[in-house]
């Protein structure tokens, strides 16, 4: 899976995270499908956290990426 392409669909979901004082960064992609991010800023103690990861960051790359197979939170 080619790690240029899932910073560029985070980069297109910032601006929203951003938006509320939160950011995400990437810190993995493994052979699996499995993209590792840590969300920093608001985002990092905020209860919906882990909505916007699913919901948010992970529907956005599975529907730009078919190879991503899931989306986790790492701190």
């Known amino acids: 899976m080619e790690v240029n392409k899932v910073k560029e669909v985070l980069d297109k979901v910032r601006p929203g995270l951003q938006a509320d004082g939160g950011d995400v960064e990437l810190v993995e992609v493994t052979d699996e499908g499995t993209v590792k991010v840590r969300l920093t800023g608001a985002c990092g103690g905020c209860p919906m956290a882990t909505m916007t990861l699913k919901m948010g960051i992970e529907r956005a790359l599975k529907n730009a990426i078919?190879?991503?197979?899931k989306v986790e939170q790492v701190n």
Not at 66 to 69: G, I, T
């Open 66 to 69: 078919p190879d991503v197979k």
